[in-house]
């Protein structure tokens, strides 16, 4: 009797050992996965967060290229217009770099050009250099396709800064058919064709000549005062006038004197 008892008694309490042990495992598993839950939508939040400010990120970053690509489109297109404008420019003015420069040379003898367009007053007014003696060689030259007889009348003359001097070309028209012609000059040294004074001359005019017909063709000059002070000229003695003689032609142009 008393071992059925006791057995039963151990059984009883050792259901209830089983009992409790069981609640406190369904405790723990529930703080456990209460525990994981937190962590999980920790983790969710967490993830979340970040995954909103890499979405953020990246609309700001493409905001910023698409404004460096406005920019450089803005850019370039001013540099276009820069570019285009600046060519229209150089076009321009290499269609008018011809003629004004053949004033410029006209105006202060570069390149072996005699100055024009002087001051008759200066004529009167200027006194001539009498212990400075130049002595003034004259040559005349003929395009190819141009059939006239040009030469000049003397073959040198010498003169003082100061004085004025005159001299003459003849040319002749050789053909059956008239021929109209134009001429360009030069003078050598260069350094000295500012100081060359034209006061009549036949050059950039167009001239007639008729089947066979001969004409003389004067040139006014004087040689600057000034020449004797420019140190360049200290050993310059003598002086080239030179003309060539081009067939007027429409179309033709005609070569920078000094640089032909």
């Keep these: 009797m008393l071992v059925p008892f006791f057995s039963r008694g151990c059984s009883a309490k050792h259901y209830v050992q089983l009992v409790l042990s069981s609640t406190r ?8 996965r ?24 990246t609309k700001t970053n493409r905001r910023k290229q698409q404004s460096q690509e406005d920019d450089w489109k803005k850019r370039n297109k001013t540099i276009l217009t820069y570019i285009a404008a600046a060519g229209v420019g150089m076009i321009g003015m290499s269609y008018a770099a011809v003629p004004l420069y053949r004033l410029y040379c006209q105006a202060t003898g570069l390149g072996g050009t005699a100055v024009a367009g002087h001051d008759t007053e200066q004529v009167e007014t200027m006194k001539p250099v009498r212990d400075r003696v130049i002595k003034v060689t004259f040559n005349a030259d003929t395009h190819a396709s141009m059939q006239w007889n040009f030469r000049p ?22 053909t059956d058919k008239p021929v109209i012609g134009i001429s360009t000059y030069n003078v050598v040294p260069f350094e ?13 005019e167009e001239q007639r000549l008729n089947p066979h017909e001969e004409v003389d063709m004067p040139v006014f000059f004087y040689i600057d005062p000034e020449f004797d002070e420019d140190p360049r000229m200290a050993r310059v003695d003598t002086i080239i006038l030179s003309y060539t003689f081009f067939e ?3 179309g033709q142009r005609l070569p920078i004197p000094g640089y032909s």
Excluded: H, M, W
Excluded at 25 to 32: A, G, K, R
Excluded at 162 to 167: F, I, K
């Design 192 to 204: 000295a064709g500012q100081y060359f004074n034209k006061i009549q001359c036949f050059c950039f």
């Design 153 to 174: 009348q003397q073959s040198e003359i010498f003169v003082v800064p100061g004085e004025t001097a005159l001299a003459f070309y003849r040319a002749r028209n050789p």
């Design 34 to 57: 209460g525990l994981a839950t937190s962590s999980g939508q920790f983790f969710l939040r967490r993830t979340s967060q970040q995954f909103l400010n890499q979405t953020r990120g």
């Design 25 to 32: 495992l369904c405790i723990d598993c529930c703080n456990i």
């Design 248 to 250: 007027a032609k429409e």
